[in-house]
């Protein structure tokens, strides 16, 4: 059983509600300010929850704020996580910067309370007419430490733990959370490790998953430099998946090359669609996950595939093969229209992919799996990089989201909320 004292969990005393009932049955004394809270788990001591939140207005307007908001407190099979560490993915600009055209905004409030006002287009008000009016909490994922637990003994079981925690909110000072949003991280795991412990390591697995469920042998991957790109290809040296990756930069095909990656082909070379289909022939690829969307890279994929396979035909077909490709378009890093020259035959898809779907079809028992490979390998397979740290408010300056609004490899910001 963890117990921790005042000293150690900083604004918050809390005591377990094992230990409650074993002071209640034998009488034995606690210090005072732990006896003060035994009627609840958490007391907060003049402590504040702060929380970035994003805002549609009917004036066109985005604002971005960083709100106080009250201290959650949990319901039986819940905790409430003090948020130590929470990284600004791609996926959570979204939400952040809605449809804004953020070269419009401004900074408002003052240095502790800033406030970000951004023009929104019309297309962009009518894309996002569902959220107007609504203010959203925003960050898909983080970790921290679970400072206070409902009654059911899998919450209790967590008290004092860090955890990693998914289902956004996280960029807030403390999130309550159900048990199974929850990843408790390894003793000695800190805070930072695990802050990206869902978003990209679970999709990283969800497509070596997809990949077996679907009946392919061997992966593609664009923007493969990416943070996520480098857990994948962590995960395909150590499974032996053989993974060829698409990069659009020389300097993000050294990057994977020092990570001992065996086919990086470079979008950008003259040679590309030779090398595309030369990789694509040593490895068996009929499956390939894009982040970029926007732009003709999908349909040069599945014409290098369709090559590979007319050439292993005995007999020509004037509908061209009958071996099934595949492109799941997973990011928008590229928010132009997908186009397709269709020169790849008949027998080929072009689908989304977003890890909540896909997680829902893998069903508990692989997703229980996969988790528990996320927390073992957090420091290695799984691990993150971060170009900077700020705080809540410093998330929200001109300068700081200039930098985290790149999405360039290597320039993932994390939040530290505390
Ligand atoms: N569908 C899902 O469930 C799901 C889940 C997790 C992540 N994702 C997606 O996974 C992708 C990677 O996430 P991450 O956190 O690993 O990103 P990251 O570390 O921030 O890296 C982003 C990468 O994308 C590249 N990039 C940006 N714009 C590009 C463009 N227009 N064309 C080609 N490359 C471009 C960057 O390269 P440069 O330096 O050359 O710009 C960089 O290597 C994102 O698109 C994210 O939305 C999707």
Redesign the pocket.
């Known amino acids: 059983m963890h117990v921790h004292g005042p000293e150690t969990c900083g604004e918050y005393i809390y005591l377990p509600f094992s230990l409650q009932r074993q002071a209640a049955s034998t009488g034995q004394a606690f210090p005072l300010e732990w006896a003060a809270v035994q009627c609840r788990e958490i007391k907060t001591m003049s402590e504040k929850n702060l929380q970035i939140q994003s805002l549609l207005k009917e004036d066109s307007t985005l604002e971005i704020a960083l709100v106080e908001v009250p201290v959650p407190s949990p319901g039986a099979d819940e905790v409430v996580v003090r948020v130590d560490a929470a990284p600004i993915?791609?996926?959570d600009l979204g939400l952040l910067f809605g449809a804004a055209d953020m070269r419009t905004a401004t900074v408002g409030g003052h240095d502790d309370r800033p406030v970000i006002t951004a023009q929104v287009p019309e297309n962009g008000m009518r894309m996002m007419a569902g959220r107007v009016g609504q203010p959203l909490a925003v960050g898909n994922e983080g970790a921290g430490l679970v400072v206070a637990a409902g009654e059911s003994e899998a919450a209790q079981a967590l008290l004092g733990r860090t955890v990693g925690v998914f289902g956004g909110e996280m960029y807030s000072r403390y999130r309550r959370a159900n048990v199974m949003q929850c990843l408790p991280l390894h003793e000695g795991t800190t805070a930072v490790q695990g802050a990206s412990c869902f978003?990209?390591p679970m999709?990283a697995l969800g497509m070596v998953e997809t990949m077996r469920m679907e009946d392919h042998a061997a992966l593609v991957h664009?923007?493969a430099?990416?943070?996520?790109?480098q857990m994948l290809n962590r995960i395909c040296l150590a499974d032996g998946v053989p993974l060829v990756n698409i990069v659009?930069?020389p300097e993000?095909e050294k990057i994977l090359a020092d990570l001992g990656a065996a086919h990086v082909v470079n979008s950008s070379a003259d040679d590309f669609m030779a090398a595309l289909t030369a990789a694509l022939q040593k490895t068996g690829a009929t499956l390939a996950f894009d982040?970029?969307g926007?732009g003709r890279l999908v349909s040069h994929i599945l014409s290098a595939m369709e090559s590979v396979a007319v050439a292993n035909m005995s007999e020509y077909s004037r509908y061209g093969s009958a071996v099934h490709k595949q492109v799941y378009i997973?990011?928008?890093?590229?928010l132009a229209p997908t186009t397709l020259q269709r020169s790849f035959g008949f027998a080929w898809g072009v689908g989304g992919?977003?890890?909540p779907n896909f997680l829902q079809r893998a069903g508990t028992e692989r997703m229980l799996r996969m988790r528990q490979r996320v927390a073992d390998e957090i420091t290695t397979t799984f691990a993150s990089h971060y170009s900077r740290e700020v705080s809540l408010a410093e998330a929200l300056t001109l300068e700081a989201m200039g930098g985290y609004g790149?999405?360039?490899?290597g320039?993932?910001y994390l939040i530290r909320p505390q």
Not at 225 to 229: K, V
Not at 406 to 409: G, L
């Open positions: 993915n791609p996926s978003v990209n999709t664009t923007a430099a990416s943070n996520l790109g659009r930069k993000q982040a970029i926007g997973y990011g928008a890093l590229d992919w977003l890890l790149r999405q360039a490899t320039e993932k």
